[in-house]
């Protein structure tokens, strides 16, 4: 088996390279000393200066609403464009539609975040909290839009003409019939649309006005002066944060399908009557 | 029958319906067309003097024909004099072109070794290259920073193992080497996971068919397992060499002043300069130059879908 | 002749009542999507109580023209009439049809009880009605003990019982089936089948059922339409959809049968009327009794189903029969019948069913032999169509 270890070579690099910067990172956000290279010594130093650091705070504050807020509107908008990608075949300008929300996704920001702010400018809006919250909203809806249309294209439609066929009206349906079952797809497309809107800084910046500088356009401001583990500290806590996040997500998609192969052993042991 | 019952009529279609249409597509036309309208119009608009800094847009609709009479190209000619403008975005297509390759040499055998990997353990690996990417761009740049600096932790290591001696430091930090270390590192998520989703759908009796007609691994590889691989191929590509050309952020963290890209150009002109009909006609060129790899990519995405 | 084919399950015949109203009747229905006609002017009509089956290939228009009767397509021209009410702009959660969907449909996030309870909540019956009504229902299906179940820990065939309870339990008009079986392995389907039958007898319901399953259509229909390519070839009792096919395509489509184009020389009556025909098929000389719509000189078909085709060794006795002499190409063995392929002088091959009767039969006939293959002259059929 020499293309299996091969292959493991292959995979504890790879997973090395993508893993060691953010260990190393998290690492000296516990370092005593100033200095990158030396260690002096654990402490929670930094999470106190972080933690007294009433911009870098006020900073999270708005982009945790900003991520909150747009992550909400975007999965309603990106839901619904989903719903407009795979049930509507024709209606005017599906083309342009479906272009619309495939270009966002491999749009550069700096263009997004231009385009974006010329508009605000032009119909003299003053850019702030808002404006940043319609053009998260705008770019993640895309995302949303995405991965509910998977969800969506392998979703059985004789479930929906079921409903109606026993008397539920269409809206109810929707309700009771079609979003209980795409849920999980919702909820991971929102929270795809959180995560894209917390890291967000090109678009942000672009965006944004008095009073609602984002935690990403803060730490920018900072890094450009240099590393410091203040910085380190901060990241450390978001990275914690997504970390937990993401391994409760996986446990309970791992007991969804525990709880699927039990019913399967259930529906097979009783046998067929 | 199958083509038939695909075929669903929308004639229940109820008013309400047609909201689920009408609210992204409006959202959609307003926040995201009308924006690049706006830029294409300021792009062929004067500088001005007053605030904001270009002449006013747009006069009621009886203005159309001195908006015509006002189009000029004075910007765009403006980008061809300039040869700082014409080295960006020649500059960010080698930088984003060297990238995608990088990222295809590094991420191909990553996706293959994954698909090759027991199914028990897949999910996980998937996992783990997903989970970098929730975590913030902006942070995982900023972590090569104090790596790559001269005095930062691969000097470091370098020094320790003798590889450097003890008045080198490498300098690496603020030149195109770190910018490519920054976009492999960043971009590598999204080149192996295409990939890994077209390898993984491939019937392995495929290779074992190959290899039964007598084709030797290596050759089977190339004959059967890297053709089928190019959807992936493409989208990957695609996915990675289109944002990488409009990158701003890691040219600017880990880029020296010589880095060109016309992201960093477009930033400066904009954030520095102020000048907004510049940036624009900087942006609408950039987006031209991406026509054809959007294309690309959206074609592949419909294919998907 | 309704009335002299095959055994009949039950006195019940409205269609031969010119005074009968039908229930359900498609005038003039066409349905196009694009280009594509998958319904055309199509004309049919249905009766009270009736189990009554689509049949025909996929892509011949039965699950379009089930789906109009449903609400979930509307038809482009023509119009569906329940019980003489235009039913056309009705949306499907107001019609008083109720489907069983080939897929089941099962609601997965719902218990097998709140599965079957969920069309009787759309009408807003009293908890205690919809609970009494589930429970009937459980019965009737025999799944009383898997009420708290979710769909994904049934099997196949409770899935299917489920679906049925499930459309059964606002008690529709009509109950459509689409394909309901198809999901099930032979056996299974056999029995469920009978109870299938056994069902729509005791509810007294009318039952639409689309299948593409010949022997299933012919087991529990009343009548059969069997269609093809957007038109209803032909609407009949199973018996003389198999005994009385009126076209070449009904006959190939049901069951095994030898077709042989011709010509007719003689006929001994009228058009239509009974009598004896007979048709020269490339050489060979066939007499029918049985009269047909074509007269002398008129291309036609003549077909026999191989069960009705004797096989002997010698040429038979009577010469008023017909017969063909060749040689024994190939056996097919099937347990209760053996098939002969017989290869004609011309290379033409005609096929005879013979039921093995006793368990050890020392075979008169094998490969290679020359036989005798003859049919009486009531056998056969004409087909002008």
């Given at each position: 088996m020499k293309s299996s270890r091969f292959d493991a070579t292959v995979l504890t690099l790879g997973f090395a390279f993508l893993y060691i910067p953010i260990i190393i990172l998290v690492v000296y956000s516990f370092n005593a000393s100033r200095l990158v290279t030396v260690w002096g010594g654990f402490s929670l130093h930094w999470y106190q200066t972080m933690w007294s650091n009433e911009g870098l705070m006020d900073a999270a504050w708005v982009t945790a609403r900003v991520g909150v807020i747009s992550a909400t509107i975007g999965t309603v908008l990106g839901t619904l464009a989903a719903l407009t990608l795979v049930r509507f075949s024709r209606f005017p300008g599906r083309m342009l539609f479906s272009g619309m929300i495939y270009a966002p996704l491999v749009m550069p920001e700096v263009i997004t975040g231009l385009s974006m702010l010329l508009l605000f400018v032009a119909v003299g809006v003053d850019r702030g909290f808002w404006t940043v919250i319609i053009a998260h909203t705008t770019f993640t809806m895309c995302y949303v839009a995405i991965v509910v249309q998977s969800r969506l294209l392998t979703f059985d439609r004789s479930l929906e003409e079921a409903a109606l066929d026993l008397g539920c009206p269409p809206v109810k349906t929707f309700f009771t019939i079609t979003l209980p079952l795409i849920f999980p797809a919702v909820v991971a497309g929102w929270m795809l649309a959180f995560t894209l809107s917390l890291d967000d800084l090109v678009i942000s910046s672009f965006t944004t006005g008095p009073g609602a500088t984002t935690l990403p356009i803060k730490i920018y401001s900072q890094v450009r002066l240099g590393v410091t583990p203040e910085i380190n500290a901060i990241c450390t806590i978001l990275i914690g944060l997504v970390t937990i996040g993401v391994i409760i997500a996986s446990i309970s998609t791992k007991r969804a399908e525990l709880r699927r192969q039990q019913d399967e052993h259930l529906a097979v042991g009783r046998g067929a009557t | 029958m199958a083509a038939v019952s695909e075929?669903?009529?929308?004639?229940?279609?109820?008013p309400f319906r047609w909201l689920v249409v009408v609210l992204p597509y409006v959202w959609l036309l307003l926040f995201f067309v009308a924006p690049f309208l706006i830029i294409l119009k300021i792009s062929l608009s004067d500088t001005a003097i007053s605030q904001p800094p270009y002449t006013p847009l747009f006069q009621g609709f009886g203005a159309l024909s001195d908006f015509l009479a006002q189009l000029d190209f004075e910007n765009y000619l403006f980008l061809t004099d300039d040869p700082l403008y014409i080295q960006s975005y020649l500059s960010s297509l080698r930088i984003a072109f060297i990238s995608t390759v990088l990222l295809l040499l590094i991420g191909y055998p990553i996706a293959l070794a994954m698909a090759r990997a027991p199914l028990a353990i897949r999910p996980t690996l998937v996992m783990l290259v997903i989970l970098p990417f929730w975590t913030s761009f902006l942070i995982r740049v900023y972590a090569w920073i104090g790596i790559l600096k001269p005095d930062g932790l691969l000097t470091l290591l370098l020094h320790s193992i003798g590889l450097l001696g003890p008045e080198d430091q490498v300098q690496i930090f603020r030149t195109d080497y770190a910018v490519f270390v920054g976009i492999v590192y960043s971009y590598l998520p999204f080149m192996v996971l295409p990939l890994y989703s077209a390898l993984e759908k491939m019937d392995n009796s495929l290779i074992e068919a190959a290899n039964d007609l007598g084709c030797p691994p290596l050759k089977a590889f190339w004959r059967i397992t890297f053709p089928l691989s190019l959807p992936g191929v493409i989208a990957g590509s695609m996915i990675c060499f289109i944002p990488i050309t409009g990158e701003f952020v890691i040219p600017d963290l880990?880029?020296?002043?010589?880095?060109?890209?016309i992201g960093k150009t477009l930033w400066t002109e904009f954030f520095g300069n102020r000048d907004w009909p510049l940036a624009s006609s900087v942006a609408v060129i950039l987006l031209i130059m991406l026509v054809v790899p959007i294309m690309i990519f959206q074609n592949q995405q419909k294919k998907v879908a | 002749m309704a009335k002299t084919l095959g055994p009949v399950k039950r006195k019940f015949s409205p269609w031969t009542d010119p005074s009968a109203v039908p229930f359900i009747r498609f005038e003039n229905i066409t349905k196009r999507f694009g280009d594509f006609t998958a319904v055309d002017n199509l004309t049919l009509d249905i009766y009270e109580r009736e189990f009554f089956s689509l049949l025909?290939?996929?892509?011949?228009g039965k699950t379009t023209l089930m789906r109009m009767l449903a609400g979930f397509e509307e038809p482009t021209e023509g119009r569906i009439l329940l019980q003489g009410k235009d039913i056309s702009g009705v949306p499907p959660y107001r019609r008083p049809t109720n489907m069983m969907f080939q897929s089941y449909a099962l609601f997965p996030h719902m218990t097998v009880e709140k599965n079957i309870a969920f069309g009787l909540q759309q009408d807003k019956l009293p908890k205690g009605e919809i609970a009494a009504r589930v429970e009937e229902m459980l019965k009737l299906v025999k799944l009383e003990q898997f009420a708290k179940r979710k769909p994904n820990q049934l099997s196949g065939g409770q899935r299917q019982r489920v679906a049925l309870a499930r459309s059964l339990a606002k008690r529709p008009q009509v109950l459509l089936l689409d394909e309901p079986l198809g999901a099930l392995d032979k056996k299974l389907r056999e029995e469920t089948q009978f109870e299938l039958m056994d069902i729509q007898h005791t509810l007294g319901l009318t039952f639409l059922i689309v299948t593409h399953d010949q022997e299933e259509a012919m087991t529990v229909s009343d009548r059969i339409a069997v269609m093809d390519k957007g038109v209803i070839v032909q609407v009949a009792t199973p018996a003389e959809i198999y005994e009385a096919p009126n076209s070449r395509y009904v006959a190939d489509f049901i069951g095994d049968i030898n077709i042989f184009e011709g010509t007719v020389t003689t006929t001994e009556s009228a058009l239509g009327a009974p009598g004896k025909v007979t048709i020269d098929c490339d050489g060979i000389a066939v007499a029918v009794e049985q009269g047909c719509q074509a007269v002398s000189g008129d291309k036609v078909a003549f077909a026999v189903r191989p069960e009705k085709v004797r096989i002997s060794p010698d040429q038979p006795a009577d010469t008023s029969v017909n017969a063909v002499h060749g040689e024994v190409w190939d056996i097919g063995y099937l347990g209760d019948f053996s098939v002969f392929l017989v290869k004609l002088a011309d290379d033409r091959i005609v096929r005879a069913a013979q039921a093995n009767v006793s368990r050890l039969v020392d075979r008169p006939i094998t490969f290679g032999d020359m036989v005798w293959l003859h049919w009486p002259l009531d056998a056969g059929l004409v087909l002008t169509r």
């Open positions: - | 075929a669903r009529s929308d004639e229940n279609a109820s880990l880029g020296g002043a010589d880095t060109l890209m | 025909g290939p996929s892509g011949c």
